[in-house]
């Protein structure tokens, strides 16, 4: 595989967006979540400190940041802490996005810190699928990213495209994996070719396209069931051909899937993930044709050949990621020591001795994880290895991804509606921002927004009540009045039936919810849903009601937790300000507007720098002469002689200019 300095550039790039997407969509998101008197309180997770403890030893066991603002001397309460983390990554990664030596491994290493200490004390809210992967990418970031911070420019490393390498062995786990979960667990609607047909009624949040996706003929949803079984088992092994061309069909095949995921669904930022591991598919070549100057690097067929020899074995075998990855290590130390110098081959060899450590241990705890999806008996992996992955599984380096792999409604998507009531007689719906409720209004268009109640709303409705102890603490706070709850369920006060006084009753029916179809005629109906009731999810409560105490006693969440007094520092009162700006705002229109504001810099910097260009080119020549007159000491050496001849031949052909102008007079 050529060089791939463009493509890693594009995938950090796009790296620093995602982490800015996830901190300003969990940040909005925190009060209600996570505050004093939110649905699980963080305070209630708060481990017994200890001061005899060392740091790094309390690090190792509860790796999260969020502890260790007392030590550091903040005086903030966890929520605050909570925000402080997510602004600060926010803020970090908007930086990095605009500015290229931003984009450090220092900076993703803060950026992978932060999100991992937010995910440690998230419980089930940021326990999803697309929050592991966001933190072994980032991770993965880590290592591919340079050091810019620590010198002025950044340098061509030949481990690069080894650590690289790490980026399409995760995409290849990723894709392989949910494909064969998809039909290892046997679930009759992807081996009857029809999980397409109810995978839009039943994902998580469906967008407006999905209604028209669902409308679409039998036939052709089977049709697409089977492409996303090729795309998800056939295709993946394409990311290790020895034909680039192959390589660059599987990119854009896949590229084109996580498009249509963006547009059949609200999968939050998981799409655009996705996106940035195909990147690792790519070559320079490739994306300088995208840009409009591609310079083609002849290759001789010889060479050409033997590559494809050494690569063809990857293909058919299991050890598909072993002899890739070999391939790699091994062309990354031919590269250094093929360097001119000893010291530099000597430096060289010492940086890929590292990266090559690091890489192959990746790779290696990857295996287990990726073991439990393919079926494999630990019998056959290493003890050692095992025992390594479970001293850094709290880190959440590698996960096991299994993605959409089991439908598990076929006559419509199970949704849970909570219901209010003043006199335990009439009950009036409480309608969410996000997730299906009322059968006439439109599915929402929310992408990169991840609205995390109303997904875990989605996951809870599949099972019974007692599997989601979260439940029971968003209702005792909807009695309550909550108003940072009652934000997770609507911005705006008018919509939300109880903002003059907290309902007195609260229960919550289980529907089950199927998109409407066009009639004969071709005519659109009116409304967008089809429901029916199946039955009680929880049962009517009060506050003081037994059944309700019953259940926060069984589920540890006490019903007063003690609050820290508010604290009146300098930092506390610029998080409250920050806080009173945004939290009346849609969080999906927060996230456009940062959108908006990248693209724009960016537009605007592009429009400069093509202002500037022309200065730049006539520098960068005269500086490639400079430089050539560096590279060749004979041409410098010589002017004195040089300049003599051309003094001489330069007078000659004055005195004939002056003899033949007399002449001719």
Known sequence: MGETRLPRHMFLWIMTI??????ASLYVQIPGLYGNEGVLPVLQMEPHMSDSKPVFEYLREHPSLLWLMPRLGLDLDAQQVMELLCLTGALLSLGAALLEPLRDSITFFCLWALYLSLCQVGEEFLHFHWDSLLLEAGFLAVLIAPLNLLRRRSVFRHHDAMTFWLVRWLLFRVTFGSGVAKLANHCPSWWGLTAAKHMVETQGIPSPLSWFLRQLPD????LVTVSILVMEIAVPFLYFAPIRYLRLAAFYLQAACQVQLMLYGNYGFLPLLSLALTFSLLDDDHVSYWLGHSKRRAKTFTQQQFENWMKLVTVPTVWVGILSLTWEVVAAMLGCVCVRGFLWKLWGLVQWAVFASAVVAVFTLSVVPYSSIMQISSSKILPEVKKAYSLVERYR?????RLDNKINSVDGRPEIILEGSMDKNTWTEIEFMYKPGKVDVAPPVVTPHLPRLDWQMSQAAQRTAEHSPWFTGLVHRLLHGNKDVVRLIQTDSVQYPFSQAPPGYIRARLYKYLF????????????????HFVEEFYPTVQLGDPILKAMLSQHRLTEQIPVQPSSNCLLAQVLQLVRGHIQALPVHLVLWSLLATVTSIWLLKTLVSGALGGRKCKSFQSE???????????????????LKAENENSVERRQDADVSSRKRK
């Open 397 to 401: 380096l590698v996960s096991a991804y």
């Open 219 to 222: 036939w052709y949803l089977k």
């Open 516 to 531: 409407t179809q066009t009639t004969q005629d071709g005519s659109t109906p009116k409304a967008w849903w089809r429901r």
């Open 624 to 642: 490639s002469k400079v430089k050539k007159m560096k590279d060749h000491p004979a041409e410098r050496s010589a002017p004195a002689s040089i």
């Open 18 to 23: 995602i982490y800015m997407f996830a901190f």
